[in-house]
């Protein structure tokens, strides 16, 4: 029967020749627990700047076009109804704006009293005076209610599945730094980083501190701007990732720690982790301070921010010189070499451990660098990686567990699944047919779109 | 700081609704795991399909109670058939990433917007536990030794709980000890040898997975009737994540180390809280360092390490063996 290449970290042992007690290594696995604590208890203290309010609202803005010139119309009386009998009204003010606030998500009817407009002045669509939409967790829901006689076309179908595919692929884009790091790391040594999501949230959130200047134990310096900010980040992860490896998993390698031991080992990271960062970060959304909003730009009929398009340069250059690395350098070749067999590239001259902990620098600083980007798109809490990890994990299997082109090409296909998808299921539900898409390909072709068929059962 | 109240509320909680519920969870993942080496990540998944099949099947329909547990089951029973159809032939961490993926499935279909009218999105569903309660045998009042008690309702849903704990702790011990069982931990051990002894390995793998679920699915039940109330954020992943633990610290494929497990567990949960909790009503800690609302998280963060500590220095937990852990992948 064959068996995955690579299946047991437990082989690792074996390979670099050592005879490391256990004494030594219970020391070194106790030190990097007592690290994670004393982490905890040194940056006890150090609040994360003032919350925001994570409630819900709807709001919207009453005016007409008339060429340039935009006249807003005050003191109309908007009023929304929602479950568990609320009722809200709000009157617009000078520039149109009117605002309710609802006590939670749900679905409201949001209804315009057409009495108050100024003479003269009805609906587009009379039969829109009252909307029943949705509302969700968190979201300030734009409402539209068009004034005067209609001057624009509808925007068609094809225009959205455009629009949606472009944020599709900067999603994809994202996920696939993050993923290309979990696959080799799975290719190298057989675990399955259950945490691999907390490297992405540390990218993120260690930007956010380092570009406010709220640093725990260190006096508020004012904040860096963004990009020296990313790149400090960006050494963090790649340090977190070569701690992961040295003080964690090497040590748990030599003593012959099963895949599944280890699998639930790294849930307990990612958990222990997750609850910190929530008790730095606390449980609110928040943006760079210097990327708060950015106007639109319209190329080709896609209407992106510029820091949307850079940011999908970036993930692009970057991917291109990792597969740039696999393909031509020695270290890359080496990897590519441990991944497929270790004991036959250890026999070769490779030092294996090396190789991980290469792969574990590497891996964690692009998983920071999808961390940061993803944050520039939808902003940073604490469990920004944990929500795609699964997102993540779909990719990885979608293109076949432990092959790098694969989480490539997978990643890809899962953002604009999920971004494209929402033509026809809701905004909220796009998650579970990225999920479920997964589940139906380990069915169809557990091996993935590039992964040999072999027997992974 | 007042230690006997600290003290009570821990001996509270040894017995409490939480140890009932993380108790039955584990003992279906004991099945899944422990015995069968199933590596089932989706445990919170067959929680949540017991506990919305009762309150929407009652609160939303407004059928009759029976009715709605045995919705519930066999909503259990369809989960693991939709689960195993196509992971069970797959390798352990296959099996893990498809399972927490369903069960995260569930809970973002049933907090939806979109599905309000049925699943009643991010509040869930009440007013479904009047049919349980008509049958409470306890008269109304409290039931105290001393300070240590609780009021009539915690006391019909512990004893319904607890009973449940000890039937399905039987139904373990005898499964485990039959020939069947030992065709399980046969899989576990080996499987190729199973089946090259003739065994339908793929069937016994799903015949565990429903037992296990069901068993699960158990704490479901109990735990939407002891509240009385239900939201969907209840069965994250980390419920899934607390079971295991629960699990690993008594000792996996040990019929009753699963009670054990919960109970020490949350008595471990109870006395963190309410130490430091009282730590800073009474200053003892500033709450520049740590507030009463981030005690919650520092429980999770303690949750997290222990998972860690006990699976690198003592994967077998208090009572277990480790020669007979799943500990790799097959």
Known sequence: MLRPTGASIGDQPELVSTTTGGVLVRKRVALFLAVLVSAGVCLFGVGAGPAQAAGESIFGFLFQLKGNVRTSYPSVVVTAKGPGGFTGKAVSDKNGRWTIEVPRPGTFTVSIDTKTLPKGVTLTDPSKQTLKLPVLEGQDKPVLFPLGKSTRTIESKWSQALQLTAEGLRFGLIIALAAVGLSLIFGTTGLTNFAHGELVTLGAVSTWWISTGVLPLLPDFGGLQFFPAAALALLLCAAMGWVNDVVLWRPLRRRGTGLIAAMIVSIGLSIFLRYFYLYLFTGSNRSYPDYQSQRGLNFLGVDLAPKDYWSMAVAVVVLGGVIYALVRTRTGKATRAVADNPALAAASGIDVDRVIRVVWVAGATLAGLAGILLGLAQGVNFQMGFQILLLIFAAVTLGGLGTAYGALVGSIVVGLFVSVSTLWIPVELKNVGALGILIVILLVRPQGILGRAQRVG | ?330
Request: hydrophobic fraction near 50%.
């Open chain 2, 1 to 330: 700081m007042d230690w006997t109240r600290i003290l009570i509320n821990a001996l509270e909680a040894s017995v409490g609704l939480q140890a009932v519920v993380f108790a039955l969870a584990a003992i279906g993942l004991n099945v899944h795991f422990g015995y069968t080496g199933l590596l089932n990540f989706g445990q919170s998944g067959f929680l949540a399909v017991a506990a919305y099949g009762l309150a929407v099947t009652v609160a939303t329909f407004g059928l009759p109670f029976w009715l709605g547990i045995v919705i519930g089951l066999v909503g259990a029973v369809l989960l693991a058939l939709l689960l195993g159809i196509p992971t069970l032939r797959l390798r352990a961490d296959y099996l893990a990433i498809v399972t927490i993926a369903s069960s995260e499935i569930i809970r973002l279909v049933v907090r939806s917007v979109t599905f309000e009218g049925t699943f009643g999105g991010s509040d869930g569903r009440q007013n479904f536990a009047a049919g349980f309660y008509s049958l409470n045998p306890y008269p109304k009042g409290n039931y105290n030794i001393g300070e240590f008690g609780f009021p009539e309702r915690v006391m019909w849903i512990l004893t319904v709980g607890w009973a449940l704990v000890g039937l399905s702790c039987l139904i373990v011990l005898l499964l485990m000890r039959s020939p069947w069982g030992r065709v399980l931990k046969a899989i576990r051990e080996d499987e190729d040898a199973v089946r090259s002894l003739g065994k339908n390995v793929y069937s016994y793998k799903m015949q565990s997975l429903i037992i296990g679920g069901v068993l699960g699915s158990l704490g479901g039940f109990v735990y939407a009737l002891g509240q009385a109330s239900i939201q969907p954020d209840i069965f994250g992943t980390d419920t899934t994540f607390f079971a295991y633990t629960v699990l690993i610290l008594g000792g996996a494929a040990r019929v009753g180390a699963p009670v054990v497990g919960a109970m020490i567990f949350w008595v471990i949960l109870s006395l963190t809280d309410n130490v430091l909790n009282q730590a800073i009503d009474a200053g003892y800690i500033s709450s520049s360092i740590i507030n009463n609302t981030q005690v919650g998280q520092f429980r999770f963060m303690l949750v997290g390490l222990l998972l860690m500590i006990l699976m690198i220095f003592r994967p077998q937990g208090i009572f277990g063996d480790r020669r007979e852990i799943a500990l790799d992948a097959r």
